[in-house]
């Protein structure tokens, strides 16, 4: 699948897939970027991607992240929309400090992964209920 992409900063490398079987491409530090102790931050990853229409491109923290620089995503994955491509919609990983100390993402360092996948829109068909079984609620397989 071709997908049209703008770096902000051209002389940092285009998204990648690290490996041939890597479903999720690296998305890297555009700017040095500090996070302080328990705050949230902005991380500019340096691409504005033209989704393909009837795609979404999900945006998932690397698995290293906590371990290795003490940072979470507080939102567990972004949705950038296939209509978020405009001058200026970098796409931004959001990040929160769980560590009592400053970190710094340096410029160039991989900080998340993105993956596009093929989705559907829903048409709704509203009913007056349900027919099968209720199953006991929200935690109800335990």
């Excluded at 770096?7 to 890597?22: F, K, V, Y």
């Excluded at 999900?58 to 992240?65: F, G, T, W």
């Excluded at 003490?70 to 796409?91: M, T």
């Amino acid at each position: 699948m071709q997908v049209s992409v703008k770096r902000i900063d051209p002389s940092l490398p285009l998204p990648r897939h690290e490996t041939g079987g890597s479903v999720g491409f690296d998305l890297i530090t555009r700017i040095d970027t500090l996070i302080e102790p328990g705050q949230i931050g902005l991380v500019p990853s340096n691409v504005i991607v033209q989704v393909p229409k009837g795609h979404a491109l999900l945006i998932l923290p690397r698995s290293s992240l906590p371990r290795k620089k003490g940072l979470v995503c507080p939102h567990s994955l972004g949705v950038i929309d296939e209509d978020y491509h405009g001058p200026e919609d970098e796409i931004f990983v959001q990040v929160q400090n769980i560590t009592s100390d400053p970190v710094v993402i340096k410029r160039g360092e991989r900080i998340a992964q993105g993956l596009i996948v093929k989705v559907e829109k829903a048409q709704w068909a509203e009913v007056v209920s349900h027919e099968a079984k209720t199953r006991g609620g929200f935690g109800s397989t335990g």
